[in-house]
């Protein structure tokens, strides 16, 4: 039992795509993907967040699925600080039957570290 639950905690869940903060700014530049998600602490996310972010903190992602439904079919990026929590809530969404998660690889840090927009 104590290995299936530290699968959870992966940092590289099966069935998630990984991004480079440049393809992810792409793909939602260019309207390929168009629903982004911020996993992080509500505090987090009042401080800065990408351009155009929903808000799903990871502690709530779990009673969020009905909320979450409509997109099960479309492309979502997910993001975090680093791309840890982002991992853990596609590994959960996954588990869910969402099929076309992607996750920002480095989060937002790896993000402003490009120097790309954030909104306040």
């Not at 996993?39 to 779990?62: C, F, K, N, T, W």
Request: glycine share 10%; net charge neutral.
């Amino acid at each position: 039992m104590l290995g299936s639950f530290m699968n959870f905690f992966q940092p590289q869940p099966e069935g998630v795509e990984f991004l480079s903060p440049e393809q992810a700014k792409k793909a939602l530049e260019t309207g390929e993907i168009k629903t982004l998600i911020d996993v992080r602490s509500p505090a987090e996310y009042s401080q800065a967040r990408l351009p155009g972010a929903a808000h799903v903190p990871l502690d709530l992602i779990g009673v969020s699925v009905d909320k979450l439904e409509k997109y099960k079919n479309e492309d979502l990026i997910l993001y975090c600080h680093t791309q840890n929590r982002s991992s853990m809530a596609a590994r959960y969404l996954h588990g869910q039957g969402f099929t076309k998660l992607k996750v920002i690889s480095g989060g937002i840090a790896g993000w402003t570290r490009m120097g790309y927009p954030l909104e306040n």
